[in-house]
């Protein structure tokens, strides 16, 4: 009984492990930056390069943000903000 429950756990942890690194094999990352410093436009923008990207206009494109950097100041006054998205598309899941 010991160890049919174990193996069953095993099995358990292998489909976990292999189902994780499939969808992370099915995502990419994107960018997006703004000189204004706006969020919401390097965010659409990122958005906008991740849904080009897929090549089917009706895609949904699933997304994380995963960084956020941005310069401010010095001589040239410098106000830009870059947005990095990973994202997945619904269409990777009919292939």
Same mark, same amino acid.
């Given at each position: 009984? *010991?160890?049919?429950?174990?193996?069953?756990?095993? &099995?358990?942890?292998?489909?976990?492990? =292999?189902?994780?690194?499939?969808?992370?094999? #099915?995502?990419? +990352? &994107? $960018?997006? #930056?703004?000189? *204004?410093?706006? =969020?919401? $436009?390097?965010?659409?923008?990122?958005?906008? /390069? @991740?849904? *080009? %990207?897929?090549? +089917?206009?009706?895609?949904?494109?699933?997304? *994380?943000? !995963? #960084?956020?950097?941005? $310069? %401010?100041?010095? +001589? @040239?006054?410098?106000? /830009?903000?870059?947005? !990095?998205? $990973?994202? !997945? =598309?619904?269409?990777?899941?009919? !292939?």
């Amino acid at each position: 009984m *010991k160890k049919v429950i174990f193996i069953s756990l095993l &099995f358990l942890v292998y489909l976990c492990l =292999f189902s994780n690194l499939a969808l992370a094999q #099915k995502s990419q +990352i &994107f $960018e997006g #930056k703004s000189a *204004k410093g706006d =969020f919401q $436009e390097a965010l659409s923008n990122a958005i906008n /390069n @991740a849904a *080009k %990207s897929s090549g +089917i206009p009706d895609d949904l494109v699933t997304w *994380k943000l !995963r #960084k956020v950097t941005g $310069e %401010s100041g010095g +001589i @040239a006054v410098l106000n /830009n903000i870059t947005v !990095r998205i $990973e994202a !997945r =598309f619904s269409s990777d899941t009919k !292939r």
